[in-house]
């Protein structure tokens, strides 16, 4: 019946709550991050779990970045982080308590698995797009990270060889479609060549300085032809990539989050769906694609999990 | 310290053999394949279990289809099998002894992994590059086969969306590419388009009906520039798609078999290699590309290794 402190760091803010064993938030606080490096990053973690209502039985962390046994590497959107720090080992004799260390989108779907669209499912694929496309998996009813923790990278999956550049370097990998960084890329493009578009209008009178997905979201409302034909592309490279899991893996239910999915609604796991299916060599009338139920609180609930069943387990 | 028996149920032949507790291969006994159903094909896998000269322990089997919970379902290369066929329950009691069916791409993975290329791995790929592409997975230690027993199929990953044709009606897959009858009717299409190649001509000195992959062999020996081409599309598509799983599942080695690997060697696996680098998201020291090593005997060894562990968990 204890309580564990789930902790989501993220590249803007690092947010903290306890979580209890029936995966309810309660007590939150919430703070920027630090751009100055890991200890100020862990110093703020140390506070924000001090300031808790309550003292947890064990913390659980997601990482914007690889993380192999509690150590994280190079979190492309953490600065000055040059370095693997071992940040489980570190948080852990700075609180004097268990602390397990997770990729947030691998923790992001383990939320979504314990307590979200993903719960009862043994074979769950996560799809997170945002400003770019993230991933996590369950197989076989558990959590599966990979052999050096590098699992999850479905947005660098390959679905077009030698297309379009990704943010990444590479070329025709799902994200390069289907991430709002290489979408807005490809608007600003297609914008300088003359396509008509009225993205970047909204972008303004939203007062936003990025594409946003209310702006992706505001455009495809209007029908603009450019959010239209970016936005399908988007989904079809995705499809695609669920269609190249289902084969691989036989996962029964797949589960759409992410600022872009949940700005888009019930319309975007159809839209997949009816994308991917001329691609699943094996129909499932069991399977699933849905959207995700937790929104932010994803990553939280599922960094209390982890560091529940790190508690558990010894 | 049993002995069982594996057997490897093919479209052309039924092979077994009795297969130690160190996987190693004892007597052994072949036929051909039945083409009268699923009653035809079972009396003969209970008569070749019959002429074993030692009585095995339990049986395991490998079935060119999906499996799943020990039913075949609409073998692609088994003739007049229309409808699902319990080939677990009916050959147990045929032969009163626990008997486990798998996939024949699984089975065969299973075989390098616990006797073969694979040993040690708990992250483990394998593909086989023959007719079709094959594929199966070790993941986290344990065999894996997906929600309905339908995972594995590499060869149906999509790597060219909207690209050439497959035999299985979709576009793009991996099998396009990299599958001996795609090369082969690839190749067809080419040479009646005027694009000179000696690949017929190869094939009808050695007396084949097909392009074998022994045809190939030669043709890429002789610089034969329409099959070189066509090979290292092949090459880069499985290359491609072994990126994608290393991006999405983190594993650490990859085993490379099947007909037309074997028939190529060491370069294969090195060719793969390089093709595949550039499109790893997270390099890894650890992980390596590697050959089959067991050739036929992967199907048997890894039968064999399905129904002991069967039979040891009851």
């Given amino acids: 019946m204890a309580t564990v402190a789930g902790v989501d760091i993220g590249g803007t803010n690092i947010s903290v ?13 919430k703070r920027s991050t630090p751009t100055d490096g890991p200890d100020a990053v862990l110093e703020v973690v140390a506070e ?3 300031e808790l209502d309550e003292e947890p039985a064990a913390v659980g962390v997601g990482m914007p970045g690889p993380v192999d046994d509690g150590v994280v590497s190079h979190p492309p959107n953490l600065q000055n982080w040059p370095e693997p720090v ?13 602390v397990a260390v997770g990729n947030d989108a691998n923790v992001g ?5 314990v307590a979200g669209a993903g719960r009862g499912s043994k074979f769950l694929l996560g799809v997170w797009m945002g400003t770019g496309v993230g991933g996590g998996l369950v197989l076989d009813g558990r959590p599966y990270t990979g052999s050096v923790g590098g699992a999850g990278e479905f947005g660098h999956m390959i679905v077009h060889a030698g297309g379009a550049q990704c943010g990444c370097g590479r070329r025709g990998c799902i994200e390069a479609y289907g991430g709002r960084a290489n979408m807005e890329r490809a608007a600003e493009r297609a914008a300088a060549g003359g396509f008509p578009t009225t993205l970047f209008e909204i972008r303004d009178d939203k007062g936003k300085d990025r594409l946003t997905s209310s702006v992706w979201d505001r455009a495809l409302d209007q029908g603009d032809k450019l959010a239209v034909r970016l936005f399908n592309e988007a989904v079809e490279a995705v499809a695609i990539g669920i269609a190249s899991v289902i084969n691989l ?3 029964d239910r797949i589960v759409l989050g992410g600022g872009l999915a949940e700005k888009l609604g019930d319309d975007l796991a ?9 691609h699943v060599f094996l129909p499932s009338a069991k399977r699933q694609i849905v959207l995700a139920e937790l929104e932010d609180d994803a990553g939280m609930v599922g960094a209390a999990a982890l560091g529940r069943a790190a508690m558990l387990l010894g």
């Fill in 109 to 113: 779907v383990l939320g979504e698995w």
């Fill in 48 to 50: 924000l779990l001090g």
């Fill in 270 to 278: 159809e839209q997949v769906e009816e994308a991917a299916r001329p």
């Fill in 249 to 251: 893996l036989d996962v």
């Fill in 86 to 98: 071992d940040v489980g080992g570190r948080l852990s004799e700075a609180v004097a308590m268990p």
């Fill in 17 to 29: 709550a306890l979580v209890d064993d029936e995966h309810q938030v309660g007590d939150r606080h």
